[in-house]
């Protein structure tokens, strides 16, 4: 395999995964929904990067156009995602890379089939619904496992029953028998947890996995996500609306606003130096111990535009407190380094506007 | 899973009770009983019947005791076996019954397993290929399956047959092999004069089952889990068939129970027509001569026929979805 | 990078749409708009009125009367047309050719010829056989017709020559009003019974459930056979009159299983649901409870299984009849005129026999349009 000078770099870089200029619109009776508007992202390897934003600006969408899931009425119609998988050689130190362009794949072919799963996994929010019924918890598990891993149904039992353990289920053999309606609602995301990390996958995207948990078992399962990432050195895109299981959980952090990234950063800097008028927003936004009973808490103002209709200029002007007319309700700005790792989309900190001024 | 059939079995025994009363009460709806119908008749012709055949045939039937012990009687004559006797054709209702009701119930089966064979596939066809040609075709034959009777259809076919296959039509069996030795010949006769029935009994409930099975298909797919399949890199035929499917197919195996008594009543009505030796011919002239009897030991033996075929859905039912069991 | 922060003019904010009319119309509004939406709905609605309007005025249709008998039209086929006049040019008129018999030496039968020769004109709205209309309407226009002696058979002539167009339409009578009543039975039989078994819960919701269990115990037609059967002959105290109504309630007497089975479980959600727990809560009556708040939400429920239940008690009746159990001669029904096409021998040589059988298939279809319509309408989020 040849390696380009471009891949060579990723991968000192430490980058794993790269969305580059990434356009995903959904094609409805009622019209065309452009859910993803530009998306440029670089996942680095190892690490949690977090993806924040509220309903609908497409934080789900990006993951699963990565993994080539999306249903028929989407289309991704411009840009390119790209997997670097490091192949390590015994002989010498240089470390060969294969890239795969993601986006040429078919959908259904056996190539992403081969990835699904056992280079890219996915968790769900909802752990009611993401296990089917019918089969128990160790079948679905294995069923992955004998896919991906060529062993037989013994071998893949064994497997399974040592990523339940892994993941912290107190009987994995009896728990192997049972079916998903007969574990609580944490021990059943716990097993979809092992069903995705089953393959030791390189990248795993967790769509809102504690969403629908209490806060105990959410904790529990945050902590098992970063012990296991640990363990693995896996890289995990986390995707979630919660600013705190971003500061708990995240080493990067990306905020997604009606199908763009606005800004991206470590989780540092997004913190405590956020520089889009929607990331601070969004920290007011928290209500925080110590304040006053009587303050308001302070939403953003305005809505969530509709996503069939189209707004001239930077997405987020008819919100934004410092938007300058004439220039903010105009053209779409384009992305600007802030400082190493931290960049953002705003004309405040540039004057360049993006080149396809699509709107 | 066990105590779960003897419950359903302790349920299926009170039904099966009270089945036989209601069967009983209609026996004995019709005005006039038939014995003293034929009495009357055979008085007015001028013949009479020997007062020891009036006193036995009283005696047999308790026509001259009350109600439920004339029930009684009734009900243990079903346990000896001795249904009681067949006015019209003056012979035992055990000896005409067996082989109809079996008879009967093979086509039944016949058409379940066709019926349900084809809705299926058509069901998963157009709920994966949804807005394509072929789904629009599937709808409309869906419609037209259900709008057209089934005798109707049944004489169309028919038609059909005898006019541009030239085939003989009605019966088990052609004149040519009605009392011939059983041979290969014999057989594909009796396959070629089976096609039509078959089809026939099972067409209404084919156009109904189908759409279930695609509305039931089109909501699984919605679901979180087939999603999760794909993501785990399956074969989008197996994340159908395995994953999908076998959630889609509960709510049909629910209703699996209630379309029986479709099948049952649909074969009657096209016996008639195509001339099968099943029940269907048998129970009406039955009701038209008001030889009740006759017609009150079909009646009730459908009926537990219908409660057997219920009881296998059920325990099918639990044997697939997991959640039941625990009901 | 500068700070380009300074104190911004305030931005124009969005232009608010109008407020839409959707939230502001009723619930029935909304239904009938969705429903006129859906064309497959429409026809089936629009077919319906049609049909019946032509079944009741049949009598008008139809160039003759249902049950004149024509000696020398037995099992005549249906008259042929033309457009081209005896002057030989076409125009807008049509013609109908006459029938005659003549006797077939070979075959030694009679057989109908069709006279190429003699053009008859079609007249409309003229003097043909007396009728009555809805019972008050004396008269005896017809909407087209020929001259007599020569009648019109457009869809052919039975066994004793009576004419299949005329008896169809009358028939429709019968096969489009048996359903309504039977699902009127039906409604009020399958709502009591079923909310109470599911309001009430208990004792009675068992033994209601165990009724409905012993009668989906029987295969269908056979018990309405068995309950026909049961009925007594046409006679002066029984009239065919009696027999029909009865026969609705025969039929409606195994059709109310379902629509109680789904009220029961309709009714057991809405009762654990807060807003009757608040009425509970608040002192309302069980009676009030049901009819205020329960019926209403399950009205449009009952609407759409209703409509979707009359196909099948047309096919029930039409069964029935078939068999010979349901509505008697001289009454007609689509399954009673059907009876003459018991054999296929009597169908291949005269095929038109069938046409009641396309009255059943036409209106089914119509009605389950409607039906599909209707359920769509009311709750679009169900398939």
Same mark, same amino acid.
């Given at each position: 395999m040849s390696v380009p000078m471009g891949s060579q770099t990723k991968i000192e870089e430490g980058i794993i995964l790269r969305i580059n200029n990434l356009h995903t619109y959904f094609y409805t009776d009622i019209g065309i929904s452009r859910a993803l508007n530009g998306v440029s992202l670089d996942i680095p390897a190892g690490k949690v990067m977090g993806v924040v934003g509220e309903s609908g600006c497409g934080k789900s969408v990006t993951a699963l156009s990565c993994m080539r899931?999306?249903?028929?009425?989407?289309?991704?119609?411009q840009g390119d995602i790209t997997l670097y998988r490091p192949i390590k050689k015994e002989q010498g130190t240089s470390r060969i890379v294969d890239e795969i362009k993601? &986006?040429?794949?078919? @959908?259904?072919s056996l190539e992403i089939r081969n990835i699904r799963g056992a280079e890219l996994a996915m968790i769900f929010q909802e752990p009611m619904t993401s296990?089917?019924?019918? %089969? &128990?918890v160790g079948d679905q598990i294995s069923e992955a496992i004998i896919l991906h891993q060529e062993v037989g149904a013994e071998e893949a039992k064994e497997r399974t029953i040592r990523i339940l353990t892994q993941v912290g289920m107190a009987n994995p053999t009896a728990i192997f028998r049972? %079916? @998903?309606?007969?574990?609580s609602g944490g021990m059943r995301q716990r097993a979809m947890i092992a069903m995705a990390l089953s393959c030791t996958p390189d990248v795993l995207f967790a769509d809102e996995p504690t969403t629908a948990l209490d806060v105990t078992t959410e904790a529990q399962i945050l902590d098992l996500m970063r012990d296991l990432q640990a363990a693995m050195g896996m890289t995990i895109v986390f995707i979630t609306h919660n600013l705190g299981v971003v500061a708990q959980m995240c080493d990067y952090v990306a905020v997604m606003y009606l199908g763009r990234i606005v800004e991206q950063a470590g989780v540092e800097d997004i913190f405590y130096n956020s520089k889009h008028p929607y990331t601070s927003a969004l920290l007011n936004s928290i209500p925080h111990v110590g304040s006053r009973i009587k303050e308001r808490l302070q939403a953003i103002r305005g809505v969530v535009p509709d996503p069939y209709s189209s707004i001239q200029g930077c997405p987020f002007h008819p919100r934004c407190d410092r938007a300058i007319p004439g220039i903010c309700n105009v053209r779409v700005p384009a992305i600007t380094q802030i400082s190493e790792g931290h960049t953002v989309r705003c004309f405040l900190y540039s004057e360049k506007a993006e080149e396809n001024n699509a709107s | 899973m066990g105590s779960y059939i003897l419950r359903r079995l302790g349920y299926m025994a009170i039904t099966m009770v009270i089945v036989t009363i209601l069967g009983y009460i209609i026996i004995e709806l019709p005005p006039g009983s038939y014995v003293e119908s034929e009495i009357a008749r055979l008085r007015q012709q001028g013949g009479n019947l020997a007062p020891e055949q009036i006193q036995s045939l009283y005696k047999r039937y308790g026509l001259d005791q009350p109600e439920y012990i004339r029930f009684w009687k009734w009900i243990s004559g079903f346990v000896r076996g001795d249904f009681g006797q067949s006015f019209a054709y003056n012979l035992e209702v055990s000896q005409m019954i067996w082989s109809r009701l079996a008879l009967t119930l093979v086509f039944s089966l016949l058409s379940l397993i066709f019926s349900w064979t084809l809705a299926i596939i058509l069901g998963v066809y157009s709920a994966t290929h949804r807005y394509t040609i072929p789904d629009y075709l599937i709808t409309v034959l869906q419609f037209i399956g259900l709008a057209v009777p089934n005798f109707l259809l049944a004489l169309v076919l028919m038609v059909f047959a005898q006019d541009v296959l030239k085939m003989e039509v009605g019966g088990l069996f052609s004149s040519a092999y009605v009392n011939a030795p059983w041979s290969i010949g014999k057989v594909l006769d009796l396959l070629n004069h089976m096609w039509i029935p078959i089809i026939v009994i099972g067409a209404s409930g084919t156009a109904w089952l189908s759409r279930v099975m695609r509305a039931n298909l089109l909501d699984v797919l919605n679901m979180q889990y087939v999603q999760t399949a794909r993501a785990k890199g399956l074969h989008e035929n197996v994340v159908i068939w395995k994953h999908a499917f076998r959630n889609a197919i509960h709510p049909l195996i629910m209703v699996l129970g209630g379309s029986l008594p479709g099948l049952i009543s649909g074969e009657t009505i096209v016996s008639l027509v195509l001339n099968l030796p099943t029940t269907g011919p048998l129970y009406v002239n039955a009701l038209l001569q008001k030889d009740m009897y006759l017609a009150g030991a079909f009646l009730v033996f459908l009926a537990l026929a219908l409660l057997i075929g219920n009881l296998g859905a059920d325990i099918l039912l639990a044997w697939v979805d997991p959640r039941i069991r625990y009901e | 990078m500068t700070d380009a922060v300074t104190t911004v003019p305030q931005v124009p904010p969005i232009v608010e749409e109008p407020v839409s009319e959707v939230g502001q119309l009723s619930q029935w509004t909304l239904i009938r708009m969705r429903f006129a939406r859906n064309k497959l709905a429409m026809t089936g609605l629009i077919g319906l009125v049609i049909m019946y309007i032509l079944v009741f005025l049949g009598p008008f249709f139809a160039p003759n009367d249902y049950t004149y008998q024509n000696s020398d039209y037995i099992f005549g086929g249906p008259s042929e047309f033309t457009f081209i006049g005896p002057n030989g040019r076409f125009g807008l008129r049509p013609y109908m050719y006459p029938m005659t018999t003549q006797l077939d030496q070979a075959a030694f039968k009679f057989v109908f010829v069709v006279d190429k020769t003699k053009k008859m004109p079609v007249k409309f709205f003229t003097k043909g056989d007396p009728y009555t209309l809805l019972g008050f309407i004396h008269s005896d226009v017809h909407l087209f017709g020929v001259d007599k002696p020569q009648r019109v058979y457009l869809m052919g002539a039975d066994s004793i020559g009576r004419d299949m167009f005329a008896r169809t339409l009358m028939g429709g009578q019968i096969s489009m009003t048996v359903g309504l009543i039977g699902v009127a039975f039906s409604i009020i039989l399958g709502a009591v019974l079923g909310t109470m078994s599911g309001y009430f819960m208990g004792i009675a919701d068992d033994i209601i459930q165990r009724i409905i269990e012993v009668i989906s115990s029987f295969p269908t037609i056979p018990l309405w056979a068995a309950l026909a059967a049961a009925l007594p002959p046409v006679s002066e105290s029984f009239t065919a009159l009696d027999r029909y109504f009865l026969i609705t309630v025969v039929l409606s007497f195994v059709g109310w299983t379902g629509l109680a089975r789904q009220l029961r479980a309709k009714v057991m959600a809405y009762r654990s649901a807060d807003f009757c727990q608040a009425a509970l809560a608040a002192g309302s009556s069980d009676a009030h409870i049901i009819f205020t708040h329960m019926m209403p939400n399950a009205a449009s429920h009952i609407i759409v299984t209703s409509a979707l239940a009359i196909p099948g008690m047309i096919l029930g009746e039409t069964a029935l009849s078939f068999l010979g159990l349901g509505i008697l001669p001289p009454m007609v029904s689509w399954g009673a005129l059907l009876r003459d096409a018991q054999q296929v021998s009597v169908i291949v040589q005269h095929p038109w026999i069938m046409v009641p059988g396309v009255g059943v298939i036409i209106t089914v279809l119509l009605f389950s349009f409607m039906g599909d319509g209707l359920r769509d309408a009311i709750d679009p989020y169900s398939i």
């Open positions: 899931l999306l249903p028929k009425s989407a289309k991704i119609m993601l &986006t040429d794949l078919d @959908p259904m296990l089917n019924p019918s %089969y &128990t049972r %079916y @998903p309606h007969e574990l | - | -």
